[in-house]
């Protein structure tokens, strides 16, 4: 079997590590010419509109799946006609707009911030007169990493924050103000099978996700799996699933979702019995889903912008890093480390010293 991947990051790649045991081949799209992911494939190289390619890549692959939210929907719809996409476009068309995501939320009875459309100064004025400070003016499209997001403070600020925007269409929200962020990750396979991962915490710093740790039989773990299923069976979605989720004194608003494999779940790789990169795998084949259990304590931590060398990532007890082949650059996320254990205070400490050694390394 052949799995064609549009984008050749470290998504697509750790998911084509994981599908090797599974005796996949991938065909990866991907612009750019040394894409980490494209070693590990057949690299068409070339826009993703380019018609030539994307006919190579519906003819040679079985299924086709996407690492970034971003890849055009009209792309996913066209190699839809020719062979099975999943998750289906319909998902990337809602998670690609964040208006038509928040709306989306609330035909499911999802609790959200309040939002309003924002397309002109008069627009986002109006809105604030309901809508309390603090606020964030988010660009409703290609937003990632907190990019395209303008916090406001006070009404003074509008006419400034709108100019920055440049015109693009843009949603304002509520500042939800939450003790944590969390994200629930599950996977749905076309027969209708749903598996759950014990809930990540999340930390962000600028917008860019830092660490993430497993909660284990965490209070909110039932209330985050309802509100996932209900979005997997409305979209009659197969894949893995990433949900944003803001847990305000016990109850949960839904931030955003990913039609994808996603960073809050990396510590699957070593500390779940099933990564998600397999389980995405074997949901788009419509196979048996794996144990989404977690082995131990376990957690994951980002390196941004540069990574620490192997050996002093490898010297912490329990540390396993993942290279994704890039070059540095400020604000890149060039790799990450996970740490699983048995042992409680052993986890900590150890993710204690991968966390100052991040730091040491981080230029953003
Ligand atoms: P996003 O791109 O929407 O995931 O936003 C990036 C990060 O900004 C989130 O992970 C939060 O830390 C923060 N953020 C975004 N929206 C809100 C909000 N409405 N209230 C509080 N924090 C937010």
Redo the contacts with the bound molecule.
Sequence with gaps: MKIGILGGGQLARMLALSGYPLGLEFIILDPSKDAGATRLGKHLHGQYDDPALLAELAEEADVITYEFENVPAEVAEFLAEHTQVYPAPNALCIAQDRLEEKNFFHQLNIPT?DFATVNCLEDLQQAMTSIAYPA?L?SRRM????KG?IVLKSSGQLAQAWDAMQGAPSIV????P?QR?ISIIAARRASGEIVFYPLSENI?QQ?ILRVSECCKNDALQHQAEDVVVRVLNALDYVGIIAL?L?DVNGKLFA??FAPRVHNSGHWTIEGAETSQFENHLRAILDLPLGSTKARGHTGMVNFIGGAASTERVLEIPHAHIHLYDKDPRKGRKVAHATIRSDDASQYSQSLQRLLKLAQSTDDS
Excluded at 143 to 146: I, K, V
């Design positions: 911030a964030i988010k937003g990632y990493d907190g997001q929200e509520s500042f939800v939450f962020e962000h917008g944003e803001f931030n955003e």
